[in-house]
C-alpha cells in the first residue's frame, strides 16, 4: 500500500473558512517576524506546553504569573482545536474523515477544563474540542491532538470509542463519552452529582469507594437550543429540587450558548431568563470578550460546585463559525453580517489579542506559536490517517463492531449470585425472622425480600424512585427496605423517569449498584431514550473502559381486571427490544423470581449489564392457582445455600410438567394462565408441558426448541400485541432454528387497554388459550 498523501492545514481548501479570517487579526497584532530577523518560516514552539513569556512588556507575566501560564494553556487548547476542525473537513474532502461538526467558536471551554482537575468526571458534548485538550494538557499528557485525530478517521486505535463514533473521552482523564446532541446526558451528570454528594455526607461506616474522589465536580456541557430539550429542563429542575431541600449536588452544568440549533435561533436573553432567577441553582455568565475573564468565571463556578456542594449553571456566550458541521450553508439561513459579526467574536482572535497586549506574547512569538500548532496538528492528523488506512486500522467485521455491546462472563455471574451476605449481616437487615423462615411468599414478598438480601450484601446498592422509600410502592414491593437499608440506599425521587434512570445511571457511573423503580410501563416510554441512547451505549462507545450496571424494575402488563385503563394495564414490550446489549427479564413466579432478579444485579457488577425486569403487576399478589385458597402460587424463600443450585441464567427458560402432546411458550401473566388452561386441557386426556420463557431479550430460543421437539407443536401465548409482541422474534428465532412441526400463536389485539370489562375483549383469555391448543391439535 502507497504510503497515504500527506494532509495539509495550509492554504486554501476544505476548511480554510474556519481560519482565513484570523490571519488579518494577527498581521494587526504586529510583525510575523522579531526585528531584525531575516524572512523564512517562523520559528517552532513547543505545542500545548506552556512556554517562558519573552516579550520585554511581559506585565501580566510579571504581575500575575499564573493567569499568563493559564492564558497560554487556554490559547493553546483553542488553536490545536481549530487546526482540528480544519482537518475534520480536509480529511472529509479525501473521503478519509467521517465527521464535520466541530468546536469552532466554542473554544472558550477550556478555560472550564482549566479551573477544574483532571480527575472532576466530564461528560462532553461534541463542541468539547479545547475542553479536551486543555484538560490532557494539564493531567501531562502529549496525546490529545492524536486522540481527536485517530477520532475523525474512524481508526481502531483511537483510545475510547475505537473507531465506532468520533466522541471525546478517555478513562486516565475522567472523561466519559457522550454522543448526546440534545442533552439527554444530563440526567447522567446529575446522578454523578448525587453519587458524590451523597458519598460525602454518609458517616465513614456506611461509606463505599466511588469511581472519583469525594471532593469531585460532576460536569456537563450542552448548548443553549438543548436547553429547551425536555430531558435538560428535567434534569436542572430535579437538580434545583434536590437542592432547595439542602441536598448536596456538585454538579456544573456548562450551557454554550452561539445563539442557534442548527438554523433556528434562540431568543436572544432566552438562557439566562430561563436559568438566572432559578431556586437552588448558582447562575454565573460570561460574555466571551475576555479570556482572563472567562477563566475567572470559570473558577467561580467551580468553586461554589466543589466547596459549596451546589449546582451551578455556567452560561458561556460562544459564537457560530464554520456552520453547524461541514455540510451546513450558513448563507441559506443566516445574514452576511450576522455571519460577520461572530467572526469579530471569535475566542481565537479574542485571546491573540490578550496575550499580546497583555505582553504574555509578542506579536512575533504568536505567529511561530499559532503555525507550530498548524504543523503540530497537520504531522498528528496525517499519522492518524496512515494508521486508520494500515491492515486492519479500522474496524473490519460485525464482531469486532460488537465486541463491546454486552460482555458475558455466564461464571462469574453464577458465582456472584450464589453468594450471600453473612449470617449477621442477614439478620442485621431481617431481624430475628430470615425470609427462609417465613413460608409461602407472594410475588411481591419474594422481590422485596430479594432486594433486602441484596441490600446487605451490596453495601453500595441503591434503590431509587417515585415512591419506593416512605410508602414501599405503589404495591408495596419495596416496603420496609428504607427502614431496613437507610434513607441514603432508598430514595423518593421526584417524579421524572427521565431523571430516575438519568440518575441511577450516574450514580452506577460513579461506582454504586442502582435499582430504579418505574412506576407503570407506560410510564417507561417517557424516558425510553435513557436506556436506548445513554445506558445501552455507553461500553459500546468506551470499549468498556466506563460502565453504568444498573437493575430497572418496571411494574407492568395488563390483567388488573381493567383497572386505570392504559396507563395501568400497558402491554407492549416492542421498544424494549430494539436495544443493543440490554437484558429484559420477566418473573412470574415467586419460585424463581429471586434467582432472575440476583442473576441480574449480579451481571450488572461483573459485566456492567443494563437489565429491565418486567415484574407482572396483576401477580404480585397472587396467592392461588387453581382453585381459591389452594395457596398453589406460592413459594418459599429458599435459603442461601441453595443459591447455586437454584441459579437461573440469564435466557434460559423454566420448563412446567411433562405432556406429550403440545407445548406452550409463554411469559409473565401467560405462565398462570397456560398452567391453568393446561389442567383443564388434561382432563380432556391432552398432555401439554408450559415453558416459562423467564427472559424476553435474549429469548431462550434453544430452551423452546428443545421442547417444542419433545412433543411436534408449538403454541405462543404472548399477552403482548400481535404487531411488536414478543412472539413475533420468538417464532422467528424458532424456525430458523429448523423446527419443523406445527406452529400457533395466541396474542393480545393491536389496542390499548381499556377500562372494566372491555380489557378482556382485547386481552388474551385462557379459553383463548385452551381452544387454540385443541385447534393445534385437531
Request: aromatic share 6%.
Given at each position: 500500500?502507497?504510503?497515504?498523501?500527506?494532509?495539509?492545514?495550509?492554504?486554501?481548501?476544505?476548511?480554510?473558512?474556519l481560519?482565513?479570517?484570523?490571519?488579518?487579526?494577527?498581521?494587526?497584532?504586529g510583525?510575523?517576524?522579531?526585528?531584525?530577523?531575516?524572512?523564512?518560516?517562523?520559528?517552532?514552539?513547543?505545542?500545548?506546553?506552556?512556554?517562558?513569556?519573552?516579550?520585554?512588556?511581559?506585565?501580566l507575566?510579571?504581575?500575575?504569573?499564573?493567569?499568563?501560564?493559564a492564558?497560554?494553556?487556554?490559547?493553546?487548547?483553542?488553536?490545536?482545536?481549530?487546526?482540528?476542525?480544519?482537518?475534520?473537513?480536509?480529511?472529509?474532502?479525501?473521503?478519509?474523515?467521517?465527521?464535520?461538526?466541530?468546536?469552532?467558536?466554542?473554544?472558550?471551554?477550556?478555560?472550564?477544563?482549566?479551573?477544574?482537575?483532571?480527575?472532576?468526571?466530564?461528560?462532553?458534548?461534541?463542541?468539547?474540542?479545547?475542553?479536551?485538550?486543555?484538560?490532557?494538557?494539564?493531567?501531562?499528557?502529549?496525546?490529545?491532538?492524536?486522540?481527536?485525530a485517530?477520532?475523525?478517521t474512524?481508526?481502531?486505535?483511537?483510545?475510547i470509542?475505537?473507531?465506532?463514533?468520533?466522541?471525546?473521552?478517555?478513562?486516565?482523564?475522567?472523561?466519559?463519552?457522550?454522543?448526546?446532541?440534545i442533552?439527554?446526558?444530563?440526567?447522567?451528570?446529575?446522578?454523578?452529582?448525587?453519587?458524590?454528594?451523597?458519598?460525602?455526607?454518609?458517616?465513614?461506616?456506611?461509606?463505599?469507594?466511588?469511581?472519583?474522589?469525594?471532593?469531585?465536580?460532576?460536569?456537563?456541557?450542552?448548548?443553549?437550543?438543548?436547553?429547551?430539550?425536555?430531558?435538560?429542563?428535567?434534569?436542572?429542575?430535579?437538580?434545583?429540587?434536590?437542592?432547595?431541600?439542602?441536598?448536596?449536588?456538585?454538579?456544573?452544568?456548562?450551557?454554550?450558548?452561539?445563539?442557534?440549533g442548527?438554523?433556528?435561533?434562540?431568543?436572544t436573553?432566552?438562557?439566562?431568563?430561563?436559568?438566572?432567577?432559578?431556586?437552588?441553582?448558582?447562575?454565573?455568565?460570561?460574555?466571551?470578550?475576555?479570556?482572563?475573564?472567562?477563566?475567572?468565571?470559570?473558577?467561580?463556578?467551580?468553586?461554589?460546585?466543589?466547596?459549596?456542594?451546589?449546582?451551578?449553571?455556567?452560561?458561556l456566550?460562544?459564537?457560530?463559525?464554520?456552520?453547524?458541521?461541514?455540510s451546513?450553508?450558513?448563507?441559506?439561513?443566516?445574514?452576511?453580517?450576522?455571519?460577520?459579526?461572530?467572526?469579530?467574536?471569535?475566542?481565537?482572535?479574542?485571546?491573540?489579542?490578550?496575550?499580546?497586549?497583555s505582553?504574555?506574547?509578542?506579536?512575533?512569538?504568536?505567529?511561530?506559536?499559532?503555525?507550530?500548532?498548524?504543523?503540530?496538528v497537520?504531522?498528528d492528523?496525517?499519522?492518524?490517517?496512515?494508521?486508520?488506512?494500515?491492515p486492519?486500522?479500522?474496524?473490519?467485521?460485525?464482531?469486532?463492531?460488537?465486541?463491546?455491546?454486552?460482555?458475558?462472563?455466564?461464571?462469574?455471574?453464577?458465582?456472584?449470585?450464589?453468594?450471600?451476605?453473612?449470617?449477621?449481616?442477614?439478620?442485621?437487615?431481617?431481624?430475628?425472622?430470615?425470609?427462609?423462615?417465613?413460608?409461602?411468599?407472594?410475588?411481591?414478598?419474594?422481590?422485596?425480600?430479594t432486594?433486602?438480601?441484596?441490600?446487605?450484601?451490596?453495601?453500595?446498592?441503591?434503590?431509587?424512585?417515585?415512591?419506593?422509600?416512605r410508602?414501599?410502592?405503589?404495591?408495596?414491593?419495596?416496603?420496609?427496605?428504607?427502614?431496613?437499608?437507610?434513607?441514603?440506599r432508598?430514595v423518593?425521587?421526584?417524579?421524572?423517569?427521565?431523571t430516575?434512570?438519568?440518575?441511577s445511571?450516574?450514580?452506577?457511573?460513579?461506582?454504586?449498584?442502582?435499582?430504579?423503580?418505574?412506576?407503570?410501563?407506560a410510564?417507561?416510554?417517557?424516558?425510553?431514550?435513557?436506556?436506548?441512547?445513554?445506558?445501552?451505549?455507553?461500553?459500546?462507545?468506551?470499549q468498556?473502559?466506563?460502565?453504568?450496571?444498573?437493575?430497572?424494575?418496571?411494574?407492568g402488563?395488563a390483567?388488573?381486571?381493567?383497572?386505570?385503563?392504559?396507563?395501568?394495564?400497558?402491554?407492549?414490550?416492542?421498544v424494549?427490544?430494539?436495544?443493543?446489549?440490554?437484558v429484559?427479564?420477566?418473573?412470574?413466579?415467586?419460585?424463581?423470581?429471586?434467582?432472575?432478579?440476583?442473576t441480574?444485579?449480579?451481571?450488572?457488577?461483573?459485566?456492567?449489564?443494563?437489565?429491565?425486569?418486567?415484574?407482572?403487576?396483576?401477580?404480585?399478589?397472587?396467592?392461588?392457582?387453581?382453585?381459591?385458597?389452594?395457596?398453589?402460587?406460592?413459594?418459599?424463600?429458599?435459603?442461601?445455600?441453595?443459591?447455586g443450585?437454584?441459579?437461573?441464567?440469564?435466557?434460559r427458560?423454566?420448563?412446567?410438567?411433562?405432556?406429550?402432546?403440545?407445548?406452550?411458550?409463554?411469559f409473565?401473566?401467560?405462565?398462570?394462565?397456560?398452567?391453568?388452561a393446561?389442567?383443564v386441557?388434561?382432563?380432556?386426556?391432552?398432555?401439554?408441558?408450559?415453558?416459562?420463557?423467564?427472559?424476553?431479550?435474549?429469548?431462550?430460543?434453544?430452551?423452546?426448541v428443545?421442547?417444542?421437539?419433545?412433543?411436534?407443536?408449538?403454541l405462543?401465548?404472548?399477552?403482548?400485541?400481535?404487531?411488536?409482541?414478543?412472539?413475533?422474534?420468538?417464532?422467528?428465532?424458532?424456525?430458523?432454528?429448523?423446527?419443523?412441526?406445527?406452529?400457533?400463536?395466541?396474542?393480545?389485539?393491536?389496542?390499548?387497554?381499556?377500562?372494566?370489562?372491555?380489557?378482556?375483549?382485547?386481552l388474551?383469555?385462557?379459553?383463548?388459550?385452551e381452544?387454540?391448543?385443541?385447534?393445534?391439535?385437531?
Amino acid at each position: 500500500m502507497s504510503p497515504p498523501a500527506a494532509v495539509t492545514l495550509a492554504g486554501p481548501g476544505a476548511g480554510s473558512e474556519l481560519v482565513a479570517h484570523l490571519t488579518p487579526v494577527l498581521e494587526a497584532l504586529g510583525s510575523p517576524r522579531p526585528p531584525g530577523a531575516p524572512a523564512g518560516p517562523a520559528g517552532v514552539v513547543p505545542v500545548l506546553v506552556a512556554a517562558e513569556p519573552s516579550s520585554p512588556a511581559c506585565l501580566l507575566h510579571e504581575a500575575h504569573p499564573e493567569d499568563a501560564a493559564a492564558l497560554l494553556a487556554l490559547l493553546d487548547a483553542q488553536m490545536a482545536s481549530r487546526w482540528l476542525d480544519v482537518a475534520a473537513r480536509r480529511l472529509r474532502a479525501l473521503g478519509e474523515g467521517f465527521y464535520t461538526i466541530g468546536s469552532a467558536g466554542h473554544e472558550a471551554n477550556a478555560a472550564v477544563a482549566l479551573a477544574l482537575r483532571p480527575t472532576d468526571p466530564a461528560l462532553l458534548h461534541y463542541r468539547s474540542g479545547a475542553f479536551y485538550l486543555a484538560r490532557s494538557a494539564q493531567a501531562g499528557r502529549t496525546d490529545g491532538v492524536s486522540d481527536i485525530a485517530l477520532g475523525l478517521t474512524a481508526a481502531v486505535d483511537e483510545p475510547i470509542a475505537g473507531g465506532r463514533h468520533k466522541v471525546f473521552g478517555h478513562p486516565d482523564l475522567a472523561v466519559v463519552p457522550m454522543t448526546s446532541t440534545i442533552a439527554s446526558h444530563l440526567p447522567r451528570a446529575l446522578g454523578v452529582a448525587w453519587a458524590l454528594g451523597r458519598a460525602s455526607g454518609l458517616p465513614q461506616r456506611l461509606r463505599t469507594p466511588l469511581a472519583w474522589p469525594e471532593d469531585a465536580v460532576s460536569v456537563a456541557t450542552f448548548g443553549d437550543a438543548s436547553a429547551n430539550h425536555s430531558t435538560a429542563t428535567g434534569a436542572i429542575n430535579a437538580a434545583c429540587w434536590a437542592a432547595h431541600q439542602g441536598a448536596r449536588l456538585p454538579l456544573l452544568l456548562v450551557c454554550e450558548d452561539n445563539g442557534l440549533g442548527i438554523s433556528t435561533r434562540t431568543p436572544t436573553g432566552w438562557v439566562e431568563a430561563m436559568f438566572g432567577s432559578r431556586p437552588g441553582l448558582e447562575y454565573v455568565a460570561d460574555d466571551g470578550t475576555d479570556p482572563l475573564a472567562t477563566l475567572a468565571a470559570a473558577r467561580t463556578a467551580v468553586r461554589v460546585a466543589r466547596e459549596e456542594r451546589r449546582p451551578v449553571l455556567l452560561h458561556l456566550s460562544t459564537v457560530r463559525i464554520g456552520g453547524h458541521a461541514g455540510s451546513d450553508v450558513e448563507a441559506s439561513y443566516r445574514a452576511p453580517r450576522e455571519i460577520a459579526d461572530d467572526l469579530a467574536r471569535d475566542p481565537l482572535a479574542v485571546s491573540f489579542r490578550a496575550v499580546v497586549e497583555s505582553g504574555v506574547l509578542s506579536a512575533w512569538e504568536l505567529h511561530a506559536r499559532w503555525h507550530a500548532v498548524r504543523d503540530r496538528v497537520a504531522e498528528d492528523v496525517d499519522r492518524a490517517l496512515g494508521t486508520a488506512r494500515a491492515p486492519q486500522g479500522r474496524l473490519s467485521g460485525y464482531e469486532e463492531v460488537m465486541a463491546p455491546i454486552s460482555p458475558r462472563n455466564p461464571d462469574r455471574v453464577a458465582a456472584l449470585a450464589g453468594s450471600s451476605a453473612d449470617d449477621v449481616e442477614r439478620k442485621a437487615a431481617f431481624g430475628e425472622r430470615l425470609p427462609e423462615d417465613e413460608g409461602g411468599l407472594t410475588l411481591a414478598q419474594a422481590i422485596n425480600r430479594t432486594l433486602l438480601d441484596a441490600g446487605a450484601l451490596h453495601k453500595h446498592l441503591v434503590v431509587l424512585g417515585e415512591d419506593v422509600a416512605r410508602k414501599g410502592g405503589v404495591y408495596g414491593v419495596t416496603r420496609g427496605l428504607q427502614r431496613r437499608l437507610g434513607a441514603s440506599r432508598v430514595v423518593d425521587t421526584v417524579l421524572d423517569e427521565q431523571t430516575i434512570l438519568g440518575m441511577s445511571l450516574g450514580a452506577g457511573l460513579s461506582g454504586l449498584l442502582p435499582v430504579p423503580e418505574i412506576q407503570y410501563l407506560a410510564y417507561l416510554h417517557n424516558a425510553e431514550d435513557q436506556l436506548r441512547g445513554e445506558a445501552a451505549t455507553m461500553q459500546f462507545f468506551s470499549q468498556g473502559a466506563y460502565r453504568n450496571p444498573m437493575v430497572v424494575r418496571v411494574q407492568g402488563l395488563a390483567y388488573q381486571k381493567g383497572f386505570g385503563g392504559h396507563f395501568h394495564n400497558d402491554n407492549g414490550l416492542g421498544v424494549l427490544g430494539d436495544v443493543p446489549g440490554l437484558v429484559v427479564a420477566c418473573p412470574a413466579h415467586p419460585s424463581d423470581a429471586p434467582a432472575i432478579l440476583r442473576t441480574c444485579l449480579s451481571a450488572a457488577e461483573v459485566d456492567g449489564t443494563v437489565s429491565v425486569v418486567v415484574e407482572p403487576i396483576a401477580l404480585y399478589h397472587e396467592r392461588d392457582m387453581f382453585a381459591e385458597g389452594d395457596a398453589a402460587w406460592l413459594a418459599s424463600y429458599a435459603p442461601p445455600s441453595t443459591w447455586g443450585m437454584g441459579h437461573v441464567p440469564i435466557g434460559r427458560a423454566a420448563t412446567w410438567g411433562t405432556g406429550t402432546d403440545l407445548t406452550i411458550a409463554t411469559f409473565g401473566n401467560g405462565l398462570r394462565m397456560s398452567l391453568r388452561a393446561a389442567a383443564v386441557l388434561e382432563r380432556e386426556g391432552i398432555g401439554v408441558r408450559v415453558v416459562d420463557l423467564r427472559w424476553l431479550r435474549p429469548l431462550p430460543v434453544d430452551d423452546v426448541v428443545r421442547e417444542a421437539r419433545a412433543t411436534g407443536r408449538l403454541l405462543v401465548v404472548d399477552e403482548t400485541r400481535r404487531t411488536g409482541g414478543i412472539s413475533e422474534g420468538l417464532l422467528t428465532g424458532v424456525l430458523e432454528a429448523g423446527f419443523q412441526g406445527r406452529v400457533a400463536r395466541v396474542c393480545a389485539e393491536d389496542s390499548y387497554v381499556p377500562l372494566g370489562d372491555a380489557a378482556n375483549l382485547v386481552l388474551v383469555q385462557q379459553e383463548d388459550v385452551e381452544s387454540a391448543v385443541r385447534l393445534l391439535l385437531a
